[in-house]
Structure formats: structure tokens, C-alpha cells
């Protein structure tokens, strides 16, 4: 049977090997959740992202997380927004702040899978993936 939402999968797999403390998780490939890695990676939530293979010779996105110490993490919530059956879309001027700057929105927009930062400079709206923070 087939997943309904790979992009809630791959959230919810970082979320709880953040909790758990593992250095890396696995996650099913896709394009839009390589996109998401590569804006986690260039916000600076994750350390880093590599196709793998797991034994089935499935490809994999293996993502390597990131804490600062032993005592804290750098990611301390992941939230979905739009899911399949509700999805969220806002315009570029009403696209909200993640706990008044200290987080980030992932959005796809027309120029692709962005920041809200990005989004507003760019002055493009989209789907609001999910919030990090």
C-alpha cells in the first residue's frame, strides 16, 4: 500500500530521531523531500543529506542531524501545515512569522521550495509546508 503524505513520513522521522538523540535517519526519496532537506541544510537544522541505499537497494535520503551539545538540539519542534486533505496556501504578503523570526516556514512556491525569508524578498506566496523551529 502506498504512503498518503511522504512529506509528513519525513518529518515525523526527524522528529523522533531528534528526540532519540541518533545521529542520522533514513528517509524515502523523493524530490520534494530532497528540496526540503536542502533548505534544512542551508538554514541550518541539519549537518548534512546523501542518497543511500538500504538492503532492499531502495534509494534512500540518509539526513544527519545536527545538536550543539549533549544537553540541547537544534531542532526543537517540526509542525506540518498543509496536509493533502488541507492545504495551505497564503499570498506574499501574509505569510506569518515562526515564533517572531526565531523559526522558519518551508514553502513550494513557483520559484521552488524556499524559506519564508526567501519567500518575502522574492515576493512570492505558495503552499506552506511546514514550520521549524
Known amino acids: ?6 512529506i509528513a513520513d519525513m518529518l515525523t522521522r526527524i522528529r523522533n530521531a531528534n528526540k532519540a538523540r541518533f545521529k542520522s535517519v533514513n528517509v524515502y526519496m523523493s524530490r520534494m523531500n530532497v528540496n526540503i532537506a536542502k533548505v534544512l541544510k ?13 538492503e532492499k537497494g ?4 540518509k539526513i544527519t542531524l545536527k545538536y550543539p551539545d549533549t544537553k540541547r538540539t537544534v531542532i526543537t519542534d517540526i509542525e506540518r501545515i498543509s496536509k493533502p486533505g488541507r492545504r495551505v496556501y497564503v499570498a506574499s504578503d501574509s505569510i ?3 515564533l517572531n523570526g526565531y523559526g522558519i516556514s518551508v514553502l513550494s512556491t513557483s520559484r521552488g521550495v524556499i524559506t519564508d525569508e ?9 503552499e506552506i509546508l511546514c514550520k521549524v523551529w
Open 1 to 6: 500500500m502506498g504512503m498518503t503524505d511522504p
Open 42 to 54: 542551508k538554514a541550518g537544522y541539519i549537518n548534512s543529506h546523501d542518497n543511500v541505499k538500504d
Open 58 to 61: 531502495q534509494q534512500m535520503l
Open 96 to 98: 506569518p512569522k515562526v
Open 118 to 126: 526567501e519567500a518575502r524578498e522574492l515576493n512570492v506566496g505558495g
